[in-house]
T-cell receptor, first 112, second 113 residues
Framework: QQQVKQSPQSLIVQKGGISIINCAYENTAFDYFPWYQQFPGKGPALLIAIRPDVSEKKEGRFTISFNKSAKQFSLHIMDSQPGDSATYFCAASRGGADGLTFGKGTHLIIQP | GAGVSQTPSNKVTEKGKYVELRCDPISGHTALYWYRQSLGQGPEFLIYFQGTGAADDSGLPNDRFFAVRPEGSVSTLKIQRTERGDSAVYLC???????????FGPGTRLLVL
């Protein structure tokens, strides 16, 4: 049973555009939702994270939107740049120090 | 400061052999995690240590997999009787006490022939 479903699998966006990646979760006990960025040959790196007590969090060009009733959250990358080309993973956990449950990833390509 | 380090970076072994993968967490981080990432997939949780003890080993796929962290710092993931299906990148992450952010190492790429 896949507990975190991520879409799309791949995404191509023009430079300067908005990249949008969506995730849906099933386990209502999840209360911590991070997004990770991974470059080839590297480990994932935390981009931004949110808890369900807020509906949106913004850090620079990255925004998480969270819909608790729909059990969905999304990542928006504003003014997308070629350097943003990477694989992005959403994840969820029960908070604290629990292990993360990851989505399958989105391969993002920003065309110059 | 130094991040999470993992050794070896690559490991090629034959089916049936035993392998050990090492993780050095960020200094002072009490929580340590192991994940497995298959090609084209997201990381899959294996085990979590808080200090020296395994707080959650529910992700270990079977009894061929075992992990230790005897002094609460370095951890070793041990795989017995390796199978071709064990081929993957094994990632280690650490976090500070009470904080949720997990910092990942670069991973060990395991290939079982």
């Amino acid at each position: 049973q896949q507990q975190v479903k991520q879409s799309p699998q791949s995404l191509i966006v023009q430079k300067g555009g908005i990249s949008i990646i969506n995730c849906a979760y099933e386990n209502t006990a999840f209360d911590y939702f991070p997004w990770y960025q991974q470059f080839p040959g590297k480990g994932p790196a935390l981009l931004i994270a949110i808890r369900p007590d807020v509906s949106e969090k913004k850090e620079g060009r990255f925004t998480i939107s969270f819909n608790k009733s729909a059990k969905q959250f999304s990542l928006h990358i504003m003014d997308s740049q070629p350097g943003d080309s990477a694989t992005y993973f959403c994840a969820a956990s029960r908070g604290g120090a629990d292990g993360l449950t990851f989505g399958k990833g989105t391969h993002l390509i920003i065309q110059p | 400061g130094a991040g999470v380090s993992q050794t070896p970076s690559n490991k090629v072994t034959e089916k049936g052999k035993y392998v050990e993968l090492r993780c050095d967490p960020i200094s002072g981080h009490t929580a340590l995690y192991w994940y497995r990432q298959s090609l084209g997939q997201g990381p899959e949780f294996l085990i979590y240590f808080q200090g020296t003890g395994a707080a959650d080993d529910s992700g270990l796929p079977n009894d061929r997999f075992f992990a230790v962290r005897p002094e609460g710092s370095v951890s070793t993931l041990k795989i017995q009787r390796t199978e071709r299906g064990d081929s993957a990148v094994y990632l280690c992450a650490s976090s500070s006490t009470g904080l949720e952010t997990q910092y990942f190492g670069p991973g060990t790429r395991l290939l079982v022939l």
